[in-house]
C-alpha cells in the first residue's frame, strides 16, 4: 500500500527573511543540515534586480523574489542516510536539472514526526558577464526611478534636485544587468507536477522497506486530497474547515464503492458538482475560496443519494430472486444433469491434460472476500442509522404548534448525534481497508473485483476439466466402452457369428 508523497512549491516575496529562518539554530526546533550551490550575496543581489523588475513592470501585488519547494521525506531517512549528503543530494539533483542556484535546509518538526527539505530556487540564472546601459547623454530619473526628459523635472521651487531623484551623467552605466529573465517553466502547473514525480522517484529508490514507497496524489482519483497546514499559517482556520470537507467527500466515495456504485457514476458527480462548479465560481466570482465548502456539501447530498437509489434497487433484485430462486435452482439442476452426460458415441479418449492450477490473484479471493464481507457489514450499520435519522427528519419537519416548541429541540439533538455516528462509520470503513494495507476503499475494491473474476473464471475451468477428464468422467467412459462391448456381443450371437483363435467359425 503505498502513500502519497507530499511536495509543496511556495512563492517568495522576501527571499532573505526566508534563508534567514530555515537555516537558523535559533528558529529552528530540529536543524540538521544546510547547503548552499553559491555564495550568501547572490539572494540579495537577485532580490534587488527582482524588485527594480517588479517596479518597472507597474504590476500590483507582492513581488516574487524566489521560490521554495517543501519535500516530505519518510520518517525511516534519518536511519539510513547522512543528513548532509541527503540534502546535497536532492539540491544538486534540481540543479542539474534545472540549471538555476538553490539553498536548502533540512529540518525535524518539534515532535520529530515530519522529517523535510526546504529548497530554496532562483528564477533566474547569474550571467557570466553583466550587461551595462551606457548614457548617450545625461539621463534624468524621478523618485519612482522613473526616467525623465529634463533636468527641470526633477528640481525643486529652489532649483536643487530633489530627494530621491538622480542625475547619470553621459558614458556612465545607468543600467546594470547581473541575471536572464524569469524561467516561464517554474510559473506553469506542469512544473509543479514534474518535480512532484521527480522527487517521488528519487525518493522510491532511496527507501528500503516497501512500505515507506510513495506515489504522487492522481487529480484523476474519485477522492480529494486534504491539505497540510503550515505552522502559523493565517488561513488555517479555513485550510482546517475545507479539509473537514474533502474527507466529508472522501467518506461518502467510500460508502458509494461499499455500495455497488459504479466509479464512472461517482466520477461523472464530482465533475459535474465540484470541478464544474468550481470553474463556474471562479469565473463568475472570483478566486472565493469560502465558496468551496458550500460546493462540495451538494456534491456529497448528489452523492448520497445516488448511493440510496443503489441499495433501493439492490433490495429490490434481491427480494425478486428469492422469490424465483426454487425454480432457478431446479433449472439449474437439470442443466448440469445435462452437461454431465458424456458423448456416449465417443470411443477414442482423448489424453488427460493437467488439472487447472489456481493463479495468485484468485488464491487470494476467500481473504478479500472476508474484508468485503467486513465493509458489507460497516455499510449496514450506516443504513441503519441513516434510516432511524431520516424517520425522525420527517417527525422533526412535520411538527406544528406547540410540540414544535417543545420536541424540535430534542429530536434535532437526536438527529445531530446520529449525523455524527453516520460519519464515523464512513470514516471507518477506509480504516478497515487501511489495516489490511490497501491504500483506499478505491484500491480494494477494484483488487476485490480483479480477484473475484479470476476466481469464478478458476472455478468454470476445474468445472469443466472435471465434467470431461475427472474420476466420474472417466468412471463413465468405462460404462460406455463396457456397453459397447455387451452390444457388439449381442449382435454376434444373433447374427450366430463366432471366433475362434481369431477366424470366423
Request: hydrophobic share 35%.
Amino acid at each position: 500500500m503505498q502513500r502519497n508523497s507530499f511536495i509543496q512549491m511556495n512563492k517568495l516575496s522576501n527571499v532573505a527573511g526566508r534563508i534567514n529562518y530555515i537555516t537558523s539554530h535559533a528558529k529552528q526546533e530540529n536543524l540538521y543540515a544546510v547547503y548552499e550551490t553559491t555564495e550568501r550575496s547572490f539572494w540579495k543581489e537577485l532580490a534587488k534586480c527582482n524588485q527594480d523588475e517588479f517596479k518597472k513592470s507597474g504590476t500590483e501585488g507582492k513581488c516574487i523574489e524566489a521560490r521554495e519547494l517543501i519535500i516530505a521525506l519518510p520518517e525511516s531517512f534519518p536511519d539510513l542516510y547522512d543528513s548532509n549528503e541527503l540534502l546535497q543530494l536532492f539540491t544538486n539533483r534540481f540543479k542539474e536539472k534545472h540549471g538555476v542556484e538553490c539553498i536548502s535546509a533540512l529540518h525535524h518538526n518539534k515532535i520529530k514526526t515530519n522529517y523535510h527539505i526546504h529548497l530554496i530556487f532562483s528564477e533566474r540564472e547569474r550571467l557570466l558577464q553583466p550587461i551595462e546601459k551606457v548614457a548617450t547623454r545625461n539621463m534624468f530619473f524621478d523618485e519612482q526611478g522613473k526616467h525623465v526628459r529634463t533636468k527641470k523635472e526633477i528640481l525643486d521651487e529652489r532649483g536643487n534636485v530633489r530627494k530621491g531623484c538622480k542625475i547619470i551623467k553621459k558614458n556612465e552605466a545607468y543600467e546594470r544587468s547581473l541575471f536572464t529573465i524569469k524561467n516561464k517553466q517554474f510559473k506553469q502547473d506542469s512544473f509543479v507536477n514534474d518535480i512532484k514525480h521527480f522527487y517521488t522517484d528519487l525518493i522510491n529508490l532511496l527507501v528500503e522497506d516497501e512500505k515507506d514507497k510513495l506515489q504522487v496524489f492522481d487529480k484523476n482519483s474519485l477522492y480529494l486530497p486534504t491539505k497540510k497546514i503550515g505552522k502559523n499559517n493565517l488561513k488555517a482556520e479555513q485550510i482546517e474547515a475545507d479539509n473537514e470537507k474533502r474527507m466529508q467527500w472522501n467518506r461518502e466515495v467510500d460508502r458509494a464503492l461499499v455500495s455497488a456504485v459504479p466509479e464512472g457514476d461517482i466520477q461523472q458527480i464530482k465533475k459535474e458538482y465540484i470541478t464544474d462548479q468550481i470553474k463556474t465560481s471562479i469565473a463568475v466570482f472570483g478566486n472565493q475560496p469560502e465558496y468551496f465548502g458550500n460546493i462540495v456539501t451538494t456534491a456529497v447530498m448528489a452523492l448520497a443519494i445516488l448511493i440510496s437509489k443503489v441499495l433501493q434497487k439492490a433490495r429490490d433484485v434481491a427480494a425478486g430472486i428469492l422469490n424465483v430462486e426454487p425454480k432457478q435452482k431446479k433449472a439449474a439442476g437439470v442443466t448440469q444433469r445435462e452437461e454431465s452426460v458424456p458423448d456416449k458415441q465417443r470411443v477414442v479418449e482423448p489424453q488427460i491434460p493437467p488439472q487447472p492450477t489456481m493463479p495468485p490473484d484468485a488464491a487470494a479471493y476467500p481473504k478479500l472476500e472476508k474484508i468485503y464481507a467486513e465493509l458489507q457489514k460497516q455499510n449496514e450499520a450506516i443504513s441503519v442509522i441513516e434510516k432511524e435519522r431520516s424517520l425522525l427528519e420527517i417527525e422533526h419537519d412535520d411538527l406544528r404548534g406547540f410540540k414544535a416548541l417543545t420536541k424540535k429541540g430534542e429530536l434535532q439533538t437526536k438527529i445531530d448525534r446520529l449525523n455524527s455516528q453516520a460519519a464515523q462509520l464512513k470514516g471507518a470503513l477506509s480504516k478497515i481497508v487501511k489495516r489490511y494495507y490497501y491504500y483506499s476503499v478505491q484500491e480494494f475494491y477494484g483488487i476485490y473485483y480483479a480477484s473475484k473474476a479470476a476466481a469464478a473464471k478458476y472455478q468454470d475451468e476445474v468445472k469443466k476439466w472435471e465434467v470431461t477428464y475427472g474420476i466420474e468422467a472417466q468412471n463413465q467412459s468405462v460404462k460406455v466402452k463396457l456397453e459397447e462391448y455387451r452390444k457388439k456381443v449381442r449382435e454376434q450371437e444373433k447374427n450366430h457369428i463366432y471366433y475362434y483363435k481369431g477366424r470366423e467359425i
